[in-house]
């Protein structure tokens, strides 16, 4: 079969740094990364992929842990062989049991920590994709083929309808009973604000410290300089950040970073 496979599928790598290298597009909220480009892998007969093909499967599967390692640098969207495999993982138990673990694990880590009595321990969470998940809005738009478009998620968003990771949630709730001042730290626009609260309210999260949102101001920056600004302002207030959860490494790295972060697994978009 892997003859077959490769008899069938020519396979052409282009190095970003090769003149005239097919580059990937940066994905949805746009600005400029500091992340390598990636390796574009070009299918000269995608539909001889099937679906049930075990090298297909596996490139998938290698494409997917690249991707939660930071490898695959920015990329626009989820290759066409690997929607399939997207889907079943997203919608099945392998996607639960690994949102599992990185709960389990921020859990103890937090219970490690030797809370001080000013109420400055604080963590940090992203919201889409870490407390609520918008997976009925990818369900109709291929699980990360399209190319985002930011009026129809706007209008997904608005519903005010997602519903939450239940790992997350039991974290969530576990964080706050340990003590901790809980900082939600979203891509969203100040002007979903209220709309926010509310799906947060109905998917059950509550007590948080303070919501922050993209400001006019924030809205060109990068997802990594947004982020790192704001933690940047808390820390200036004097908060000590343990913790932080999020699904993109734009959630995590930069400046002010966390004493643990914690990246819980997205297959369907990259944010830089």
Not at 18 to 27: E, K, T
Not at 190 to 213: C, K, P, Q
Request: aromatic share 12%; proline share 3%; glycine share 6%.
């Amino acid at each position: 079969m892997k003859s077959l496979f490769f008899r069938t599928i020519s396979v052409t790598f282009f190095l970003a740094s090769f003149s005239g290298a097919a580059l990937v597009d940066d994905h949805i909220h746009g600005g400029d990364s500091h992340l390598p480009r990636p390796v574009v892998v070009e299918y000269s007969d995608v539909e001889s992929l099937a679906s049930g093909n075990d090298d297909v499967r596996l490139w998938c599967e290698s494409w997917r842990f690249a991707g939660e390692a930071n490898n695959l640098g920015p990329w626009t969207t989820v290759p066409v062989e690997c929607v399939s495999y997207v889907k079943t993982y997203m919608t099945g138990k392998r996607y639960a049991f690994d949102l599992e673990m990185v709960s389990r694990e921020a859990s103890r880590f937090a219970r490690s920590i030797q809370m001080r009595t000013d109420g400055m321990d604080a963590w940090v969470f992203d919201i889409d994709e870490t407390l609520l998940s918008n997976l009925p809005y990818y369900a109709e738009h291929k699980y990360g083929l399209e190319i985002f478009n930011h009026g129809l998620f706007d209008k997904w968003v608005e519903k005010a309808v997602a519903p939450p990771i239940e790992s997350s949630l039991k974290l969530y709730e576990e964080i706050l009973g340990y003590g901790f001042k809980v900082f939600l730290l979203t891509g969203r626009s100040e002007a979903h604000r209220s709309i926010t609260v509310d799906n947060l309210n109905r998917a059950g999260f509550r007590d948080w410290e303070r919501l922050i949102l993209r400001s006019l101001d924030d809205r060109k920056k990068s997802a990594t300089i947004y982020k790192s600004e704001k933690r940047d302002e808390l820390v200036g207030e004097g908060y000590r950040l343990h913790g932080n959860s999020g699904d993109q490494w734009s959630d995590l790295v930069g400046s002010s970073t966390s004493n643990r972060s914690f990246k819980l697994p997205n297959s369907m978009y990259y944010i830089p």
